[in-house]
């Protein structure tokens, strides 16, 4: 089992940015891919960005390309989520995932085997 904690929301402004942290425990991390998610009010949960186990391949819906950056820390067992030139359309509440298989991440997203309970971006206009 692995546990997924996130922080770092918060209420911002437009232009404004954030860094968002996930933080696992229960099993090694390195193994695991993971990556961050977003949920708008009444839409859908959508994929935001994930980093593989090595890091070294890193994915972006084109809503986050230019605009967020995805990182790990495996020596602090956290993945961080950079958010620059934030907009109102940002506003969500943003999951942190983690699965052994960055094909999963990107492309399976109901198959993903952990999830963190979210934490709530607004961004004002």
């Known amino acids: 089992q692995v546990q997924l904690v996130e922080s770092g929301g918060g209420l911002v402004q437009t232009g404004d940015s954030l860094r968002l942290s996930c933080t696992a425990s229960?099993?090694?991390?390195?193994?695991?891919?993971l990556g961050w998610f977003r949920q708008a009010p009444g839409k859908e949960r959508d994929f935001v960005a994930a980093?593989?186990?090595?890091?070294?391949?890193?994915h972006y819906a084109d809503s986050a390309k230019g605009r967020f950056t995805i990182s790990r820390d495996n020596a602090k067992n956290t993945v961080y989520l950079e958010m620059n030139s934030l907009k109102p359309e940002d506003t969500a509440v943003y999951y942190c995932?983690?699965?052994?298989?960055?094909?999963?991440?990107?492309?399976?997203?109901?198959?993903?085997?952990?999830w963190g309970k979210g934490t709530l971006v607004t961004v004002s206009s």
């Open positions: 995932a983690a699965d052994p298989s960055i094909a999963t991440m990107t492309s399976k997203y109901d198959n993903i085997d952990y």
């Open positions: 980093i593989s186990s090595s890091g070294v391949y890193l």
């Open positions: 229960g099993r090694p991390f390195t193994g695991l891919a």
